[in-house]
Structure formats: C-alpha cells, structure tokens
C-alpha cells in the first residue's frame, strides 16, 4: 500500500508583524512553539499567513524563513497559490528553491476558471516544477469549486499528490479516495470538521487552532490517526469552542488576538483585516480557558 506524504495536523501558520513589518523573531518563536507542541508540518503564507496583503519580497522571505527553522525537523508545505498562472509557477519555484517540501496551490480565485482552465492550471505547474503540489479547495474564497472529476484526472499528474479540502463535504474524501487511488493526501482545511474528515479516510488537517494549541491539536490527530476514537473525541469536545471562536470575525484576527494573549506575537493585522471585535474577543477567551490553553 502506498502511503501519503503527509499525515496529521499542520498549522496553517498566522505571519506575525510590529510597526507594520513582518516581525521574523516572532515568526521563529511561533514556528518552535509549534514543533516543540508536536504538529506534523508547517503551511506558511496560507490565506491565514495573510498572503493576501504580503509583498512577493515578503511572501518569500517567510517561506524561506520557515523551512530555515524547521531545519528538516518537519515538513515545510509553502503556500503558492495565485491566480495568475504564471505568478504560482514563480511561487512553486521559489518553495522548491529555498527546500520546501511541497507547495500549497489555492484554486484560481476571482478569474472564475471553467473546469478545463482548474485543470490547465494546475497543469501548467506540475510541468513547470518537480516539487509536490497539494490543490487547495475552498470555494467560499475562490468562487469556484475543483470537482471531484477534476481532481481525480488531476491525481493522475505526478507531482499534483493531494488536497486541502475546505468545502466541509465530508463525502468528498470517500469519493476521492476512491477515485484518486493509493497515495493521494487528504487534508481537511476546517478543523470543526476534520475528525469527521479523517472518518472518512482522510489524512490530517491544514489547521488554524493549531495556531493556539498546538499539542491539543497533534494530540488529537495523533488519536484519530492510530484508531483511537474515544481519545480523539475527547479531543474534539475540548477544542470544537475554539475551532469556532477563532472565526467569530474575519480571520486571522481572532488567532492573533487568542497568540497576543498568550505573548506570541501583537494582534497587527493588514488592512482590510481588522482586529476583532469584543464579542469575538470575549467568545475566544472563554473557548482557550475551556481548550485549557494558557
């Protein structure tokens, strides 16, 4: 049996800044706070890491800083999605370049590509580069959905090795892991439904409340990976309050509001994020205190 390249949870981590700047101590301090709490990778400058609103001179200094403090301690899946395909395959060359272990492409966004441009695309990329490449799915940013027929003829390409799932249609990991074959990696990229997902056949989770809890998190996956279902759940019930917590307003404001309670790093976001409101300050305090995470 052919096993997946990735299993377990990885922080999709938050990029961290101070007067405006990325602030790379804390970006450091995060990324150990992170291995040291037992997660089985790192996704820097996913939508969480505020990609968005990085300048390409940023983007690529953080995935670069990343993989130099993991040191090969754990797997490095840089984000590089665009929608521009030109611009990811520049994004995918530069993670391969600096030693990341696999690229994380989001779905063209706003284009609105038909099936056959999705396939294009991606395409496009796993000629370009010889690095692994996760699809990213999550078509309440994108406004477009990669279908399970898309994907399934995109499996077939030898450097495209999986998916982040963010669609919350569990059935799609049975479907594609029955359509895609042995060996396709399949991540959840929605931590409230991410042991579900693993019920399913999936492999792990691309996670935002790893952020805040990192060794609730791996602990979690760790269960539901070995089989362990009473322990998992059990970790489920303990963080679920979180997973919802931290998107009681437009993320990642609540993650660094949950990170500058605990001293990891400010609450500065960019434009047009803005810090979270009181109220979902107040529901992410009472969600870490009931996570026991202090």
Known sequence: MVEPLFRGVFPALVTPFRDGAVDEDAFVALVERQI???VHGLVPVGTTGESTTLSHGEHRRVVELCVQTAR??????????????AEAIELVQ??????ADAALVVAPYYNRP??????????????AVQLPILLYNV???????????TVARLAKLPNIVGIKDATGDLARASIQ????????CLLSGNDDTGLGYIAHGGHGCISVTANVAPEACAQMYNDALAGQWKGALYGQDRLIRLHKALFADASPAPTKFALAQ????????RLPITPASEAARAQVLAAMKEAGVH
């Not at 090969?72 to 395909?85: D, E, F, L, M, Q």
């Not at 530069?94 to 030693?99: M, Y």
């Not at 038909?114 to 000629?127: C, P, V």
């Open 72 to 85: 090969g301690r754990v797997p490095v899946i840089a984000g590089a999605g665009s929608n521009s395909t």
């Open 114 to 127: 038909s099936q056959e441009g999705i396939y294009a695309h991606y395409k496009a990329i796993n000629d």
């Open 262 to 269: 605990l001293g990891l790093c400010s609450e500065e976001l």
């Open 177 to 184: 892991r029955l359509e895609c074959g042995e060996g396709w």
């Open 139 to 149: 078509p309440g940013r994108t406004v477009v959905d990669i279908s399970n027929e």
């Open 36 to 38: 040291a709490g037992g």
């Open 94 to 99: 530069h993670a391969k370049q600096v030693g």
